[in-house]
């Protein structure tokens, strides 16, 4: 694993700079990903970040179908996973995600859990 690196997983380039310029801030190196086959792709180049902060509504390859690849990968499923979703946290109850944020975001609770798990 990657020591301190963040996959972040989302559509909306505004939201994925954004957690990115917050997260290189705080001492993690950040890697990015627009829908979940880029990441898919990204995890079998060799790299596995520490944590992936996973976005649920994407186009190509959403949140949910991502997370169903990952789980039935042995070692890709170690990877702790935050799912972000304007959803309520009920929908994603079922994809054994270590933590659910509702967007918008709290940013201090997010950093808390990355801090916490790398």
Not at 69 to 92: G, M, N, R
Request: glycine letters at 4%; a negative charge.
């Amino acid at each position: 694993m990657e020591s301190h690196t963040i996959l972040i997983v989302e559509d909306e380039r505004e939201s994925r700079e954004f957690l990115t310029e917050i997260l290189e801030f705080e001492g993690f190196q950040v890697a990015a990903a627009s829908n979940g086959a880029e990441a898919w792709e990204y995890l079998h180049g060799s790299h596995q970040p520490c944590m992936i902060v996973l976005d649920m509504m994407m186009p190509v390859m959403d949140g949910r179908q991502f997370r169903k690849l990952q789980l039935k990968d042995e070692e890709l499923a170690k990877i702790p996973t935050v799912v972000l979703s304007a959803l309520s946290s009920a929908a994603t109850a079922d994809l054994a995600a270590l933590k659910a944020f509702r967007k918008p975001v709290d940013i201090q609770a997010l950093l808390q859990v990355l801090r916490a798990n790398c």
